[in-house]
């Protein structure tokens, strides 16, 4: 598997961040999944066509996340946000994150979302051929 990074920038909104102007930790996980689409268009997948996929009878729903948060984020600041796979098995995904000011190499915060493939029944199977080759 080639590593691929996929960069992607981000604009705090207000409605990022808490009531006292610092981004709100759920924003870095809505963040995490913009990553994840991007990553996808990066490879010449749709997302729509990867997270549920009915002609194929297929989803990759996350099924695990986590984001350390190092230093905070203001409202109105530029982040670029990092995105590579870190594991692809017979029936999983699993993405890293890092994030940084574009003008500074100090990590701002760093995390992983874990993605299963389901079928229509809503178990486990295996990743689409598709999508395996694509993003290995």
């Given amino acids: ?18 009531p006292y102007g610092v981004v709100y930790f759920v924003s870095y996980f809505r963040y995490c999944h913009w990553g994840i689409e991007e990553f996808l268009r990066n490879v010449g997948l749709e997302p729509n066509m990867v997270f549920r996929n009915q002609e194929e009878k297929f989803g990759l729903p ?43 190499d100090s990590l701002i915060a760093k995390g992983e979302a874990t993605l299963v493939a389901i079928g229509s029944d809503w178990k486990s199977r295996e990743l689409p051929d598709l999508l395996k080759e694509k993003i290995t």
């Fill in 1 to 18: 598997m080639t590593e691929r990074v996929v960069k992607v920038p981000i604009v705090v909104r207000f409605g990022d961040t808490d």
């Fill in 62 to 104: 996350v099924v695990g996340a986590r984001c350390d948060f190092f230093r905070p984020v203001w409202y109105g600041e530029k982040l670029e946000l990092h995105v590579r796979l870190k594991e692809v098995r017979a029936r999983v995904v699993v993405f890293g994150f890092e994030f940084y000011r574009p003008s500074e």
